[in-house]
């Protein structure tokens, strides 16, 4: 089973630019089907955007549509989640999480992951 780190949180001003990243170690990171998911405080966990195994697929919630694009590396076992145009709702902590069983199809619903990270804060500031 792979093991997940997220990196690349920060305090920004809207309108700036993110990019985070999220690596894996451990498993066989490319049969894994990825994604990112958002917690603000008071909220519950909130799909971001996913990725299929081979990077061939992926999904964005409205949200963030335009803005985010997750991507992945399997060479480097890496996943990425770059924001542009950040504006104060997508202040929150960024989890990465891995699912074993949609891989092709991806998933929006966080029950479908089995690994997490530990997760890592973006704060943007009006």
């Known amino acids: 089973q792979v093991q997940l780190v997220e990196s690349g949180g920060g305090l920004v001003q809207a309108g700036d630019s993110l990019r985070l990243s999220c690596a894996a170690s451990g498993g066989t990171f490319s049969t894994y089907g990825m994604g990112w998911f958002r917690q603000a405080p008071g909220k519950e966990r909130a799909f971001v955007a996913a990725i299929s195994w081979n990077g061939g697929k992926t999904t964005h919630s409205i949200s963030v549509r335009g803005r985010f694009t997750i991507s992945r590396d399997n060479a480097k076992k890496m996943l990425y989640l770059q924001m542009n145009n950040l504006i104060p709702e997508d202040t929150a902590v960024y989890y990465c999480?891995?699912?074993?069983?949609?891989?092709?199809?991806?998933?929006?619903?966080?029950?479908?992951?089995?690994?997490w990270g530990q997760g890592t804060q973006v704060t943007v500031s009006s």
């Open positions: 999480a891995a699912t074993s069983r949609y891989s092709v199809t991806m998933t929006m619903s966080f029950t479908d992951y089995d690994v």
